[in-house]
């Protein structure tokens, strides 16, 4: 399911021609709730498909291959179930330093996500990653709200491109998916009194490159070498009614700030997969669920391409 952000003054009716197939692992894009929803600045559009660029596409859970309900005793793999949630909302922005609980500021599409899918939602998970911006200039523009970005000292002009880049991704925690082992780990993992430690030994990536130079599949990985991400980068955990947030911070690691260098630099010719999920320990925790997953798709980093975060009068900030 693909939910197209647009505003109510420039929404689009729904146009009846034939979307091309989605490639392996992409699902294909359907109907939504409501033709249109007040959305936030820094939302990257839902592409339509193979190929599309400076995007995001939801995912099948099934093309990711996640622990079987015998793991412990086989040792298997096999494809995920649906996942425990819809990809509704994707939002990348540069800023001077890490938007804290983004998630849960008043104009996050945190509080659009129903409006977006005709599929009751439980409750709402998001993903945080923050990458280090790096160097450069980047032209200071204001963005729609008449506003410039907090990122300069010196308005208007061009600035110093330091900070950081956050990709923030929405799930929509089905409520259909309200049962099972799976949903057992992800109710512990969001409970106020659930430990970060637990948090951090459980939280895991699957990251593959779908296309992209030979190098950067190598350092990435094809879905084959999951990851506790507790385990090398430093996480925050954070939460407001009916939202739950976990930011990662992939500069922490030496090592995977290396491969997240190679990334950036490469961004624009690569398709990136990412699957997370809340990975079971013990046997009667299986068989795992993916909980969400997207595809980044050729996004170039370019200078003017992303938008600055720009807090307005207290609302985001």
């Given at each position: 399911?693909?939910?197209?952000?647009?505003?109510?003054?420039?929404?689009?009716?729904?146009?009846?021609?034939?979307?091309?197939?989605?490639?392996?692992?992409?699902?294909?894009?359907?109907?939504?709730?409501?033709?249109?929803?007040?959305?936030?600045?820094?939302?990257?559009?839902?592409?339509?498909?193979?190929?599309?660029?400076?995007?995001?596409?939801?995912?099948?859970?099934?093309?990711?291959?996640?622990?079987?309900?015998?793991?412990?005793?086989?040792?298997?793999?096999?494809?995920?179930?649906?996942?425990?949630?819809?990809?509704?909302?994707?939002?990348?922005f540069r800023a001077r330093s890490p938007v804290?609980?983004?998630?849960?500021?008043?104009?996050?599409?945190?509080?659009?996500?129903?409006?977006?899918?005709?599929?009751?939602?439980?409750?709402?998970?998001?993903?945080?990653?923050?990458?280090?911006?790096?160097?450069?200039?980047?032209?200071?523009?204001?963005?729609?709200?008449?506003?410039?970005?907090?990122?300069?000292?010196?308005?208007?002009?061009?600035?110093?491109?330091?900070?950081?880049?956050?990709?923030?991704?929405?799930?929509?925690?089905?409520?259909?998916?309200?049962?099972?082992?799976?949903?057992?780990?992800?109710?512990?993992?969001?409970?106020?009194?659930?430990?970060?430690?637990?948090?951090?030994?459980?939280?895991?990536?699957?990251?593959?490159?779908?296309?992209?130079?030979?190098?950067?599949?190598?350092?990435?990985?094809?879905?084959?070498?999951?990851?506790?991400?507790?385990k090398q980068l430093k996480q925050t955990f954070?939460?407001?009614?009916?939202?739950?947030?976990?930011?990662?911070?992939?500069?922490?690691?030496?090592?995977?700030?290396?491969?997240?260098?190679?990334?950036?630099?490469?961004?624009?010719?690569?398709?990136?997969?990412?699957?997370?999920?809340?990975?079971?320990?013990?046997?009667?925790?299986?068989?795992?669920?993916?909980?969400?997953?997207?595809?980044?798709?050729?996004?170039?980093?370019?200078?003017?391409?992303?938008?600055?975060?720009?807090?307005?009068?207290?609302?985001?900030?």
């Open positions: 399911r693909c939910a197209v952000a647009a505003s109510a003054a420039s929404a689009a009716p729904p146009s009846a021609a034939p979307q091309p197939p989605p490639a392996d692992g992409e699902v294909a894009v359907a109907a939504v709730a409501s033709e249109s929803w007040p959305a936030s600045p820094y939302e990257l559009r839902c592409g339509e498909g193979a190929g599309s660029s400076q995007c995001y596409l939801p995912l099948d859970a099934a093309s990711f291959s996640v622990r079987g309900r015998e793991y412990f005793a086989d040792g298997k793999k096999a494809p995920s179930a649906r996942g425990a949630s819809e990809l509704l909302a994707v939002e990348l804290e609980a983004v998630g849960s500021r008043r104009s996050a599409p945190s509080h659009t996500l129903q409006q977006r899918t005709a599929s009751p939602l439980a409750s709402v998970f998001v993903v945080s990653l923050v990458i280090p911006a790096g160097s450069g200039v980047l032209p200071l523009a204001p963005l729609s709200s008449g506003h410039f970005s907090d990122l300069s000292e010196t308005v208007p002009g061009p600035f110093p491109v330091g900070g950081v880049l956050q990709l923030v991704l929405y799930f929509g925690v089905l409520a259909a998916a309200a049962s099972g082992p799976a949903h057992q780990l992800l109710r512990a993992f969001t409970a106020p009194d659930t430990s970060d430690a637990w948090r951090n030994g459980r939280f895991k990536i699957i990251p593959g490159v779908e296309a992209g130079p030979w190098i950067v599949r190598k350092a990435v990985g094809n879905k084959s070498t999951p990851a506790i991400l507790g954070s939460s407001s009614p009916g939202v739950f947030e976990v930011a990662v911070d992939c500069n922490s690691s030496p090592a995977a700030g290396r491969i997240v260098s190679m990334v950036k630099s490469q961004a624009r010719h690569l398709a990136v997969d990412l699957a997370f999920l809340i990975e079971p320990q013990s046997a009667s925790e299986l068989a795992e669920r993916v909980l969400g997953c997207v595809r980044i798709s050729h996004v170039s980093l370019a200078n003017g391409l992303i938008p600055a975060y720009c807090g307005t009068e207290g609302e985001d900030e």
